[in-house]
């Protein structure tokens, strides 16, 4: 039992020297930092959803970071869509949230977003979950946008760090 926590130990130093892994974390803090910020200028608006939304769509891997994000915020994008159309289509219950989930993993699958599916299943499930005193479809469309100012954050910071990263290896 013990060699394996050392294995692991050791392979968790490995990865805290990893240049890769600190801007993951760097990526992490601003966005959270930016959305929870607006959470907190905007107090009357559901903007929690977007700090949420922004850890989801940041990718750990520096290879693809902008593909990754980018299909990630398309399943966000169509998860969330999902989740507003089933909102206003029916009340919200158990039966219409299962068929959303499947719209939701179907579409995913016609447009071959395969990992990124589970992003479109929390963006899916923040829009069509509702509060008791926000049954609105407005509320609901409010939780769409937040998702999609999350996105929209983490699609920016993974530009800039990618461009950064590139400028950094030219220079190298």
């Known amino acids: 039992m013990f060699p394996k926590i050392k294995i ?3 392979d968790f130093l490995t990865t805290l020297k990893d240049i890769y ?4 974390l760097i990526k992490c803090i601003i966005g959270a930092s930016i959305c ?21 769509v940041l990718a750990p891997d520096h290879k693809d970071s902008v ?3 980018t299909d990630r915020i398309k399943a966000n994008i169509i998860g969330a869509s999902i989740g507003l159309l089933a909102f206003m289509a029916h ?3 158990l039966f219409t949230f299962c068929c959303a989930i499947i719209a939701t993993i179907f579409f995913c699958t016609f447009i071959k977003l395969g990992n990124p599916s589970r992003s479109a299943l929390a963006a899916l499930t923040i829009v069509f979950i509702h509060e008791k005193e ?12 937040c998702v999609f100012i999350g996105c929209f954050v983490a699609l920016i910071i ?12 030219k220079r190298i």
């Open 36 to 56: 929870y910020t607006l959470y907190k200028f905007f107090p009357n608006h559901q903007l929690v959803w977007s700090v949420i939304s922004v850890l989801l």
């Open 21 to 24: 892994y600190l801007n993951y």
């Open 134 to 145: 926000n049954r609105t479809w407005i509320a609901a469309a409010e939780r769409m946008s």
């Open 91 to 93: 009340q919200p219950n």
């Open 8 to 10: 692991l130990f050791n």
């Open 158 to 169: 993974t530009i800039i760090f990618n461009k950064i990263e590139n400028i950094i290896k």
């Open 67 to 69: 593909r990754l994000a």
